[in-house]
């Protein structure tokens, strides 16, 4: 019996060439003895099973063998760590008439597995030393392995002597969980997604050993800014579109834009869900343009059929706009920014939860620039009562927190835009 060690699975091949198929966390490999069911061989609990899952055609030399087997690895079973030049400790897996004279070590396992990913893999401990590299790695940076092996990672891959801005093994190091972080190397010009995966593993010295993946996503990124120029060309047009046709929607709409997206930062959103709310806030009254100019400038309030016709631009809205491919829910967005957190809002009375945040920051800002600004059947009635409106109906119109945002936005010196 000569047994191999394949990934967390133990396959012992006996009497011909096995077939391996899984089944409920088993490896289960077809042999002339019969069908044979081998665990995990990190899962101890599970290694009795297996002579006891061995159909009744196996005979007593391959129950034996399988006895044996499972004996042998079930002694040597214990921590495994790799020493400093990268070998495995205490962890190798051996026949009995073998263990003089051959060794298999997982790390020779682990090192073909790496080998195998096409993306640039390295095994680094905490203080950014490598432990191991795969050929892609090997490849794209003209190092042989040996020549990697014990290299301080920032100055072998990026030429620093420091770790590089962003480096996702800093915070892992620190938090346990795995992160992921895309970056411009700005040596290269390459945009490259590096990620850090931790593991059980451990150094000779007792150091935890991490997974680092490195992904060139330059055309990627490429991509999204020929699509963003595309889309910011896109929004430009529909928005020149309201503004001739009714110029007091159009500089509402970037008043609000820009109060939108300094709520969104007030919150902590990230600079893309801002730039979304943004967005979506420079387009949410287009549906308007489905609205008689002479409603929407008619120097007294609108009758309730009126009305009913002017609440129908949130809809047209979306159905404007639906069906491009913006990298966020814009359409949405607009759609619900007269929803209310009461229910009591418009097109579809959604409540809270189901209206999405960045529409509940449109559904605040709209209402603060409409409220201070100048309408055609009033004067402005002033930031001071447009702030005191949405705290009067915080948790019941308009989303608390949105509204404590816009709140401390304001306390921070913010002033709209002048009218264009």
Same mark, same amino acid.
């Given at each position: 019996?000569?047994?191999?060690?394949?990934?967390?699975?133990?396959?012992?091949?006996?009497?011909?060439?096995?077939?391996?198929?899984?089944?409920?966390?088993?490896?289960?490999?077809?042999?002339?003895?019969?069908?044979?069911?081998?665990?995990?061989?990190?899962?101890?609990?599970?290694?009795?099973?297996?002579?006891?899952?061995?159909?009744?055609?196996?005979?007593?030399?391959?129950?034996?063998?399988?006895?044996?087997?499972?004996?042998?690895?079930?002694?040597?079973?214990?921590?495994?760590?790799?020493?400093?030049?990268?070998?495995?400790?205490?962890?190798?897996?051996?026949?009995?008439?073998?263990?003089?004279?051959?060794?298999?070590?997982?790390?020779?396992?682990?090192?073909?597995?790496?080998?195998?990913?096409?993306?640039?893999?390295?095994?680094?401990?905490?203080?950014?030393?490598?432990?191991?590299?795969?050929?892609?790695?090997?490849?794209?940076?003209?190092?042989?392995?040996?020549?990697?092996?014990?290299?301080?990672?920032?100055? #072998?891959?990026?030429?620093?002597?420091?770790?590089?801005?962003?480096?996702?093994?800093?915070?892992?190091?620190?938090?346990?969980?795995?992160?992921?972080?895309?970056?411009?190397?700005?040596?290269?010009?390459?945009?490259?997604?590096?990620?850090?995966?931790?593991?059980?593993?451990?150094?000779?010295?007792?150091?935890?050993?991490?997974?680092?993946?490195?992904?060139?996503?330059?055309?990627?990124?490429?991509?999204?800014?020929?699509?963003?120029?595309?889309?910011?060309?896109? &929004?430009?047009?529909?928005?020149?579109?309201?503004?001739?046709?009714?110029?007091?929607?159009?500089?509402?709409?970037?008043?609000?834009?820009?109060?939108?997206?300094?709520?969104?930062?007030?919150?902590?959103?990230?600079?893309?869900?801002?730039?979304?709310?943004?967005?979506?806030?420079?387009?949410?009254?287009?549906?308007? &343009?489905?609205?008689?100019?002479?409603?929407?400038?008619?120097?007294?309030?609108?009758?309730? #059929?009126?009305?009913?016709?002017?609440?129908?631009?949130?809809?047209?809205?979306?159905?404007?706009?639906?069906?491009?491919?913006?990298?966020?829910?814009?359409?949405?967005?607009?759609?619900?920014?007269?929803?209310?957190?009461?229910?009591?809002?418009?097109?579809?009375?959604?409540?809270?939860?189901?209206?999405?945040?960045?529409?509940?920051?449109?559904?605040?800002?709209?209402?603060?620039?409409?409220?201070?600004?100048?309408?055609?059947?009033?004067?402005?009635?002033?930031?001071?009562?447009?702030?005191?409106?949405?705290?009067?109906?915080?948790?019941?119109?308009?989303?608390?927190?949105?509204?404590?945002?816009?709140?401390?936005?304001?306390?921070?010196?913010?002033?709209?835009?002048?009218?264009?």
């Amino acid at each position: 019996m000569k047994p191999r060690f394949h990934g967390h699975c133990v396959c012992a091949f006996l009497m011909g060439q096995p077939h391996l198929d899984a089944w409920n966390d088993y490896v289960v490999f077809t042999t002339k003895a019969g069908l044979f069911f081998v665990s995990d061989y990190d899962n101890k609990k599970a290694w009795p099973q297996v002579a006891n899952l061995r159909p009744e055609t196996a005979d007593e030399a391959a129950k034996a063998a399988i006895t044996e087997y499972m004996a042998l690895i079930d002694g040597m079973a214990g921590e495994r760590s790799f020493g400093d030049e990268g070998s495995v400790e205490d962890s190798r897996i051996l026949s009995a008439q073998e263990e003089k004279d051959e060794r298999t070590s997982p790390w020779q396992v682990i090192q073909e597995f790496i080998n195998a990913i096409p993306a640039l893999v390295l095994l680094v401990d905490e203080t950014h030393r490598i432990l191991a590299s795969n050929k892609t790695v090997q490849q794209h940076l003209g190092l042989g392995e040996d020549e990697l092996k014990g290299g301080y990672c920032p100055l #072998v891959v990026h030429g620093l002597d420091y770790p590089f801005p962003g480096c996702p093994l800093e915070e892992s190091v620190k938090t346990g969980h795995w992160v992921e972080r895309e970056l411009f190397d700005q040596a290269t010009g390459m945009w490259v997604s590096s990620a850090i995966y931790p593991t059980q593993w451990r150094t000779g010295q007792g150091g935890k050993i991490f997974i680092h993946t490195i992904r060139d996503i330059t055309g990627r990124k490429n991509a999204e800014e020929r699509l963003r120029k595309a889309l910011g060309g896109t &929004i430009e047009v529909l928005a020149a579109v309201t503004e001739v046709r009714d110029p007091y929607t159009a500089d509402h709409a970037r008043r609000v834009s820009v109060l939108a997206r300094a709520i969104a930062v007030e919150m902590g959103f990230a600079e893309e869900q801002a730039l979304g709310t943004y967005v979506a806030a420079l387009l949410h009254d287009i549906g308007k &343009i489905y609205v008689p100019v002479e409603l929407l400038n008619r120097p007294r309030p609108l009758t309730e #059929v009126e009305m009913n016709l002017v609440k129908m631009h949130p809809q047209v809205a979306y159905d404007i706009l639906k069906d491009l491919a913006f990298p966020w829910p814009v359409a949405l967005m607009v759609l619900q920014h007269h929803e209310r957190v009461d229910g009591s809002g418009y097109p579809a009375g959604l409540a809270v939860h189901d209206i999405l945040p960045e529409a509940r920051i449109l559904a605040v800002a709209d209402v603060v620039e409409a409220m201070s600004s100048h309408r055609p059947y009033r004067a402005a009635l002033g930031i001071d009562v447009a702030l005191a409106e949405i705290s009067r109906g915080k948790g019941i119109l308009y989303d608390a927190k949105v509204v404590d945002a816009c709140l401390k936005v304001f306390e921070k010196g913010f002033d709209f835009p002048s009218a264009s």
